[in-house]
């Protein structure tokens, strides 16, 4: 089993729908990050967060450190918002346990 | 946010050659740089954790010869890839944190083809 499970693997959705993505680990944390990845490789670090929520944009993250649970929300999804996202809790040293992503696709 | 700026984005290079990929901090002082190494559809897996001014602490099944890492200065982490073969064909990505930061930066990755 791995430290860090994201659901679902594969994501196809329509413009405008709103999109969950889940998050659950097995190991103490000092802070859970989702990050966006796109076709390229690039990364972007979308939110760090240790308690509650937060919100950015159409954006909303939120994490129930009792359960060890995180989800992801994207509100009116938009094409451009297709990559890979991908949950990482943060251990000891900064160090980065990453879950393998989640592929969302949004079609127009 | 801060910047971490990682060059080349790309690279082919011919078996036996040596690689090099920087990574600079442009606005903070890194004291820490993380490298990763992703195959397609798979996560990012730490290669190696270097502090400025320190050798890099590499994971196990890193080679250390192989994988040069250089943190002389606290904006410039290099990855030295040497006698790069096929099978090192990958993505490798560097992640930097300053001391005071509770938040590291992802450079923007360099996909590398060995041929």
Redesign the interface.
């Known amino acids: 089993k791995n430290e860090v499970e994201q659901s679902p693997q594969n994501l196809t959705a329509q413009e405008g729908e709103f999109i969950t993505i889940n998050c659950s680990y097995s190991v103490g944390i000092s802070?859970l990050h989702w990050?966006q990845q796109h076709p390229?490789?690039?990364?972007?670090?979308l939110f760090?967060l240790s308690s509650g929520k937060k919100k950015h944009g159409r954006l909303i993250a939120t994490i129930n450190i009792q359960e060890k649970h995180s989800s992801l929300h994207i509100t009116a999804s938009h094409p451009r918002d297709s990559a890979v996202y991908?949950c990482a809790v943060g251990t000891s040293?900064?160090?980065?346990t990453?879950?393998?992503?989640t592929q969302l696709t949004v079609n127009p | 946010g801060a910047v971490v700026s990682q060059h080349p984005s790309w690279v082919i290079c011919k078996s036996g050659t040596s690689v090099k990929i920087e990574c600079r901090s442009l606005d903070f002082q890194a004291t820490t740089m993380f490298w990763y190494r992703q195959f397609p559809k798979q996560s990012l897996m730490l290669m190696a954790t270097s502090n400025e001014g320190s050798k890099a602490t590499y994971e196990q099944g890193v080679e250390k010869d192989k994988f040069l890492i250089n943190h002389a200065s606290l904006t410039l982490s290099t990855l030295t890839v040497t006698s790069a073969h096929p099978e090192d064909s990958s993505f490798y990505i560097c992640r930097a944190k300053g001391r005071w930061d509770t938040e590291a930066f992802f450079g923007q990755g360099t996909r590398l083809t060995v041929v």
């Open positions: 802070a990050l390229g490789g690039g990364i972007v670090s760090m991908i040293g900064s160090r980065l990453f879950g393998e992503g």
